[in-house]
């Protein structure tokens, strides 16, 4: 993302700009399915289900 925002910003995208369309981006995102697909690379839960959220505070 930040190689990204830096070509914006060298092709004369306002800084503002870019980092608006940045979060827009981010909105976007799966974050319950990219935590699933990286727990597999690192061999960690894989099953949402089976994490333990009662420990979780939010």
Known sequence: MQKGEEA???DGVTR?????GVKAK???LDLAEL???TDKLVGTVSDRNAI???TCTA
Do not use: E, I, P, Q
């Not at 503002?16 to 608006?20: F, M, T, Y």
């Open 52 to 54: 333990d959220h009662s």
């Open 26 to 28: 981010l909105v976007l």
């Open 16 to 20: 503002l700009n870019v980092r608006k």
């Open 35 to 37: 935590k699933t697909k």
């Open 8 to 10: 914006s910003v060298a």
